[in-house]
Each structure stands twice: as C-alpha cells, then as structure tokens.
C-alpha cells in the first residue's frame, strides 16, 4: 500500500456558548479547523485533524497548518502508511519541526492502519484498558460568579472534572478559585489553568492564597525554571502543558520532579505515534496524563478519546469532548458524551466517516485520487 495523494479542507468551528477566554486577554470566538484525507492505492482513506488553539497559544496557526501541508505532503507520496515509524522519520526529515502539521497526517495513517486491521485505533494503541473515560469541562475565564453558575451548570449535565480559566489579574483569580470550588462537592475535582499567564510573583501569591482549597495548579508561568520554582513554593497538585512539547522536555521534567500531571496534546506533540511513546513512559514512571488536544472536532475528538480508552485508568486523570463545545458536526460515527463519559468507537480505524458536505471543496490537493 502507498500514499497516492492527500487533501485538506477548512472548517470553521463557532461556539455554543460565543467565547472561548483563557489569560492575556486571549479570545476565540469561531475555531479555524483542518481535516486531513490520506489516500492510498487501495482505495483506503484515513482522516485528521488539526486546530490550533488560536495564534497565541502554541507556536502554532490555523494557516499554517495548512502551508506546513503543502510543504511536506508532496514528500510523502509513495510511503507505506502502516509504517508509522518509517512515516514519522521520513516527516521529521523533510520539514522540521512544526509537529502540529505533521498530527493530521500521523493521525489520518493511524485510522488507515485500523481499517488495514480491521481494528480500532485503541487496539493499536495497547487495548481497550477501560470502556468510557471521564471528561472534564473547560470554564471560559469571566467573573467568578459567572464561571461558578457555569461550573454549576455543567455540573448539572453530568461533569466532575473542571479546569478554570484563569492566569489574570491574582486577586481575581482567587475569587475565581474559591468561588468554583464553593459549587462543587469534595469528590469533584477543579483544576486552575493558568495558561502561563502569571509571572512568578503572581503565581507565588495566588497559590500561597489558595494552599488549603482542594484544587490542582496548572502551568502558571511560561517557563520551565519559572514553573519549577512555582511548584516547589506549594504543596497543591501539579499539572504541566505547554512547556511539555516533546520527549526530551518530559524526561527533562520528570527528572526534577517538576509535575504531578502531565496534559498530553495530540497534535501539540506532533501526532499519535508520539503522544503513544510519552504516554507509555508517563505510565512507566507514575504520572498521571489529561489526554486531548489543542482544539479541534469531531475527528479529533475520536482520535483522543481512542488514546484515552488505551490508557490504564490509574493513569488517565481526564480527557476531554471538543465536539460538544459547537453546534457544527463535521464527521458522523464520532463518539458522544453521556453522563460526563466518552467512549472511542469500536468500528476499524478512528470510527467516524467525514461529512464531505460540511467539509466542502478541498482547499489543498496534492497527487492523485
């Protein structure tokens, strides 16, 4: 089997609730999605997807997604798509860095490599260690009153796992924790994501302010040494995301001791084949993973919740279901929340079939159908 052509098509993702707002005044309020098709000449088609999370979040754009695309697609025609390492090398070598252009495709070679089998990715991916995984639900950054009513609400649908948007202004980002936390009982858990908003003084006074609140510190400065210091000034759970890009900043991390959980995002990391190679050694080593993504739809919503299903529970403090967050569906067969569960799909591959109709005319055409 070999790679004859691959097309990419743009989508745009609005909000149900109109905003998405997370620290330095950053705001989406319409998500610029990318779905990748990998054809081959046994007329097998596997899918991706990638959304950055606006321009601001990772060195990452919506754009650029689709350049890096153009760029190194036309290098990968003829290659085996079942061979993901062989895929993987050969996509390092002609456009480096820029992982999250390489996620869709690395994705999209997972779902054919499931129809190959006849298997579902998280069969690939070491077997389904549990049946529906436990979400957590992300609270726009607004007044602490509003994001409680929010928590409140959400909680109502059936969520116990909330990450609060905070990384502002410090005194109102400890009414924001103290006010979520208030609307939850003791066996629901609250994460405050920083999102690296805070300085190191900032960061310093909000978790001394909050040391006996129940509630876990994620990310809140930009650097590493800056985190460190943060994590070693509190006894409260910690977690790490953006600083964590790759193996070596992983291994670099765990061997400080620098977090209690890691957030894993697929295309952040540059695909499922190495979100795999760090979750097996996040598993290895005891930590404790959110398993997801930086944005994104259907598509990505399956290929996260098919790595999450793979994850021994132990290990999986929660996930995440994108495609609940919008009114568009861009691809049916992806899975759903119930009860503040999601369950990867059984059908071979990722299990969703896209909605061309939505999806429209490709924008990107490179070989041959």
């Known amino acids: 089997m070999r790679i004859t ?73 003829g290659i085996d798509p079942t061979h993901l390492g062989v895929l993987n090398r050969r996509m390092e070598a002609a456009l480096r860095g820029h992982p999250y252009v390489k996620a869709p495709i690395d994705m999209a070679c997972w779902d ?7 298997l579902p ?34 909680r109502a649908e059936g969520y116990t796992k909330f990450q609060l948007k905070v990384g502002g202004d410090p005194d109102v980002d400890i009414a924001r924790i103290r006010a979520c936390r208030q609307v939850l009982q003791p066996t629901d858990t609250l994460v405050a994501d920083a999102n690296t908003g805070w300085t190191l003084h900032e960061a310093a006074r909000v978790v001394a302010a909050v040391r006996e609140v129940d509630v876990y510190i994620e ?31 992983l291994l670099r991390c765990l061997a400080d001791g620098a977090m209690d959980i890691v957030n894993l995002k697929i295309s952040k990391v ?5 979100a795999k190679q760090m ?15 930086t944005w994104g739809g259907d598509i990505v919503t399956a290929a996260i919740a098919h790595l999450a299903r793979s994850t021994p529970g132990e290990f999986l403090f929660s ?8 009114p568009v569906e861009i691809a049916t067969g992806a ?34 159908s």
């Open 270 to 274: 540059g695909g499922l084949t190495k």
């Open 112 to 118: 054919i490599l499931g129809k190959v089998a006849q």
């Open 279 to 293: 979750r097996d050694l996040c598993v290895a080593t005891g930590i404790g993973m959110t398993i997801e993504d």
């Open 121 to 154: 990715v998280y069969a690939l991916l070491g077997g389904a260690e549990q049946e529906a995984v436990q979400l957590y639900r992300a609270i726009s950054q607004d007044t602490p009153e509003a994001m409680a009513r929010q928590v409140g609400r959400y």
């Open 5 to 77: 052509g691959l097309k990419a098509y743009q989508v745009d993702l609005p909000l149900t609730e109109g905003r998405y707002s997370w620290s330095n005044e950053n705001t989406v309020t319409v998500f610029d999605s990318t779905v990748v098709a990998v054809e081959t000449d046994a007329g097998i088609t596997g899918y991706g997807e990638c959304c950055p999370l606006g321009p601001a979040y990772l060195p990452a754009y919506a754009a650029g997604v689709r350049a890096g695309l153009a760029e190194l697609a036309p290098k990968l025609l």
């Open 219 to 249: 990310q809140p400065c930009r650097t590493f040494p800056e985190c460190l210091a943060v994590r070693r000034r509190t006894a409260l759970p910690f977690v790490l995301d953006e600083i964590i890009t790759d193996m070596d900043a």
């Open 335 to 368: 899975p759903k929340r119930v009860g503040g569960r999601l369950q990867a799909p059984d059908r071979p591959g990722l299990g969703v079939e896209p909605r061309l109709e939505v999806l429209g005319k490709p924008v990107l055409v490179i070989g041959r």
């Open 319 to 326: 996930t995440t279901d994108f495609n609940s967050y919008g």
